[in-house]
């Protein structure tokens, strides 16, 4: 649990509230979180924190930019060896990292959604470029024997992932209050695995993250 005072970044008291705010909306919900436990959190008075952030939808608004940037570099990650069905093992874990560490972007849509509508607009052009990256990739994998799928089942694949990854969290915890767990993660990567399996060659079954041998959860 974040204790007052315990975030104490390398950069600025900006960058300090957001590390903050990130750790607690990860934690207990961005709709159970008042500015007041921020600034509380982050060592600094109210009136700090408002010189930065006034409401705390332009916290939501700062954090979606900063996970914005880290999607698009999961998503257009260089896959390091397009032969070797590990490097795309790689590139999927990088999936789960990235919702691991932005886990209440995912967890806590339906707050979002009412407390920043701008947000609507920045999730649908990041979601269009996000999606491009990964058709990328997985024209990879069938070009070296790892994925056998049409282009519209790939276009089909794509679409239901981001569904499923988008809204998993949401649905498997128990409370408003329940925060996100590694088992849950682990469980979340099981229901995206079942998505692609089908579409797997034998060889290319080492392309998933327990093919490989790869712990799901961050370390």
């Known amino acids: 649990m974040a204790q007052r005072g315990a975030v104490r970044s390398r950069t600025g008291t900006r960058e300090r509230v957001l590390e903050v705010a990130l750790a607690l909306f990860n934690e207990r919900g961005i709709d159970r979180v008042t500015t007041a436990e921020i600034a509380d959190t982050a060592g600094i008075n109210e009136g700090n924190l408002y010189y930065y952030f006034q409401k705390k939808e332009q916290l939501a608004l700062a954090l979606f930019d900063m ?79 790892f994925l056998r799928a049409t282009d519209e089942e790939v276009a089909m694949l794509i679409d239901n992932l981001w569904i499923v990854s988008s809204y998993w969290m949401d649905y498997r915890r128990r409370d408003a209050s329940s925060s996100v767990t590694h088992e849950d993660l682990a469980w979340g990567f099981r229901q995206v695995e079942m998505l692609v399996r089908p579409y797997l060659t034998e060889a290319g079954l080492v392309t998933m993250i327990s093919g490989a041998g790869a712990a799901v959860v961050p370390e």
């Open 67 to 145: 996970f914005s940037e880290a999607l698009v570099a999961t998503a257009e990650r260089r896959v390091a060896d397009p032969a070797d069905p590990n490097a795309f093992a790689i590139y999927h874990r990088g999936w789960f990292d990235l919702m691991w560490e932005f886990r209440f972007f995912y967890r806590d849509g339906a707050a979002l959604r009412v407390l920043a509508p701008a947000l609507r607009e920045k999730l649908y052009s990041l979601t269009i470029r996000g999606q491009a990256a990964v058709r990328r990739v997985f024209g990879l994998m069938r070009a070296h024997g």
